[in-house]
C-alpha cells in the first residue's frame, strides 16, 4: 500500500511541474520579401539576450562549412591558450598536410615561427590554412588532437549536427555543420573579447603585406559586395560548400547577425558575382527597412477577466499586462490586428486576490504568429467574504457525492429504525392487550367459584 501510494505521489508531481513549468517567449519569424539565393541561411536579432531567429531557411540541414571552421579552430585556441605571446613554428608535417590541397595560405614557411596572436589574425582575416595548421599542433600536440578538442567543445555548447576532421575547413564528407550549429558557435565566440577584435579586423599586415578580410563586404574596395554597416566575421568557400558568410550588421540601433551558407555565383547585371555577400545584405536590409521594435501591449491594458469566488462586492477580477511588452514586428504592424490570448487561464479564482497577484501567461499574436508572451496580473484587490465562503463550503459538502450517498444511506437507516420500532410497538400492544385477555379470564374464573374463601386472619 506504501509502495502504490508513493508511486501515485510521484506521478502526481511530475504531472504538476509539467504544468506549472513557466513559458518561454516565442519569437515570431517572417519570410524576406527579397531575392535569397543561398540554400540555408539564419538572420538573429542581437538586440534580444534571447537571440531570437528572425528568419531562416533549412537551418538544421546538413551543409559543409568550408571556412567557417576557422571560428572553431580559433575559439579552442582561445579556450586553451593565455599568452598570445608564445610563439609556433611551423613543422614539415603541418606543411606538407596542404601540399598540393590549392588551399589558401599565408605562406608561412617550414622553421618559421609566428605568434599564436599572429596566426589567428592570419586564420581569421586572410583565412590562411597553413596558420591553422601550426595552431592545432601547437595546442592540440597533434591534428587529430586537436581535431577531438574541436569536436568536445562544439558539443559542451549544445551542437548536436557538427562534425569536424581537420581544423581548416577543406572539403571531407564528414566534415559538417548546419546553420543552427553555426549560430551557437558564433554567439558563443562572439563572448570573447579577443575573438571579436580579431574576427572584425578590416585587414592585416604581414611580410610588408596588407591583407584584407575575406568578407568583402568589409572593403570600399569591393563595390559589389561593400555593405557600409557590416562587421567581421568570417567567410568560406569550397565546391561542394559553396559560398558562405557570417557576419554582423548595426544601422540606427538595431543589430543582426546574418549566416548565409550554399550560395552559388549567379551572373547579376552581366557579372560573376559570390552571392553569399548579395544574400547577407539582402537579408540585412529587409530586416532594417521592414522590421521595428514596436510596444504590442502596455501596462495595464485589460486582457481579459477571471470569475472569483467568495469575494466581497465582486464576483470577478479583471486581468492586466504586468509591463509593456516590445516585440520586433513588421513596420506596418496594424495594433488592431494584434490579439492577445490568455495561456491556461484559471476557470475560477479564489478570494483574497490582491491587485498585481500574478495570474497565468497570455500570447501576443500577430499574423497568426506569436510575438511575445506577457505575464497577467489582477488588476484590483477583491478581500474575501467570510460569510460566503461558509455558505460556498457548505454547499459544496452537501454537493459532494459521496455525503449524498451517506446522508441517503442515513436516511434509509432512519427510515427503517422507524418501521421497525412502531412494528414492535404494535407487537408491543398486541403482547399486552392479550395478557390483559387473560388475566380478564383468570379474574372472572375466580369470581365465579362459590368455594372461594378468605385468607385466615392472624
Not at 613554428?89 to 605562406?107: E, F, P, R
Request: net charge neutral.
Amino acid at each position: 500500500m506504501k509502495k502504490a501510494l508513493s508511486l501515485f505521489m510521484t506521478f502526481t508531481i511530475l504531472i504538476l511541474t509539467v504544468l506549472c513549468a513557466p513559458l518561454s517567449a516565442q519569437a515570431a519569424e517572417y519570410t524576406p520579401d527579397k531575392k535569397i539565393y543561398a540554400k540555408a541561411y539564419m538572420l538573429v536579432n542581437l538586440d534580444d539576450d534571447s537571440y531570437p531567429v528572425v528568419t531562416q531557411k533549412n537551418a538544421d540541414e546538413k551543409m559543409y562549412p568550408a571556412s567557417l571552421t576557422k571560428i572553431v579552430t580559433a575559439m579552442v585556441v582561445l579556450n586553451n591558450v593565455t599568452d598570445l605571446s608564445q610563439k609556433a613554428t611551423m613543422s614539415q608535417s603541418a606543411y606538407d598536410a596542404l601540399t598540393n590541397t590549392g588551399a589558401q595560405v599565408a605562406g608561412i614557411q617550414v622553421g618559421e615561427s609566428l605568434t599564436i596572436e599572429e596566426l589567428l589574425y592570419l586564420t581569421m582575416v586572410h583565412s590562411a590554412c597553413d596558420a591553422c595548421q601550426v595552431l592545432a599542433e601547437f595546442v592540440g600536440g597533434d591534428t587529430n588532437t586537436f581535431v577531438q578538442m574541436m569536436n568536445d567543445w562544439v558539443k559542451s555548447i549544445g551542437c548536436k549536427g557538427t562534425h569536424f576532421v581537420n581544423p581548416d575547413g577543406l572539403h571531407d564528407p564528414n566534415h559538417y555543420t548546419t546553420v543552427n550549429d553555426m549560430k551557437i558557435i558564433t554567439l558563443e565566440a562572439m563572448k570573447n573579447d579577443m575573438f571579436n577584435k580579431i574576427s572584425t579586423t578590416k585587414s592585416y599586415n604581414y611580410k610588408n603585406m596588407t591583407l584584407i578580410h575575406t568578407n568583402y563586404m568589409l572593403d570600399r574596395a569591393h563595390l559589389t559586395y561593400y555593405y557600409e554597416y557590416a562587421e567581421g566575421i568570417k567567410t568560406g568557400s569550397t565546391g561542394e560548400a559553396g559560398y558562405c558568410v557570417i557576419t554582423k550588421a548595426s544601422k540606427n540601433g538595431y543589430n543582426y547577425l546574418a549566416i548565409v551558407m550554399g550560395s552559388p555565383i549567379k551572373n547579376l547585371k552581366g557579372i560573376d558575382t559570390k552571392c553569399s555577400f548579395i544574400d547577407a545584405a539582402s537579408l540585412f536590409d529587409w530586416a532594417f527597412d521592414s522590421l521595428k521594435y514596436t510596444t504590442v501591449i502596455r501596462q495595464n491594458d485589460v486582457v481579459s477577466e477571471v470569475p472569483v469566488i467568495n469575494g466581497k462586492d465582486a464576483d470577478t477580477v479583471q486581468l492586466v499586462a504586468q509591463a509593456d511588452v516590445t516585440s520586433l514586428v513588421p513596420s506596418t504592424l496594424d495594433p488592431s490586428a494584434v490579439i492577445v490570448e490568455p495561456v491556461n487561464p484559471p476557470a475560477e479564482i479564489e478570494a483574497p486576490v490582491t491587485k498585481g497577484d500574478k495570474i497565468c501567461k497570455a500570447n501576443i499574436i500577430y499574423a497568426d504568429q506569436t510575438v511575445a508572451t506577457v505575464q497577467l496580473v489582477a488588476a484590483q484587490t477583491v478581500e474575501l467574504s467570510t460569510f460566503l465562503k461558509i455558505l460556498n463550503a457548505l454547499k459544496r459538502f452537501f454537493s459532494n457525492k459521496f455525503v449524498l450517498l451517506v446522508i441517503f444511506v442515513i436516511i434509509l437507516a432512519l427510515i427503517a429504525y422507524v418501521i421497525i420500532f412502531i412494528a414492535r410497538l404494535q407487537k408491543d400492544k398486541k403482547r399486552i392487550a392479550e395478557k390483559r385477555r387473560k388475566q380478564e379470564e383468570l379474574d372472572n374464573q375466580i369470581n365465579s367459584n362459590d368455594d372461594f374463601l378468605p385468607p385466615p386472619r392472624r
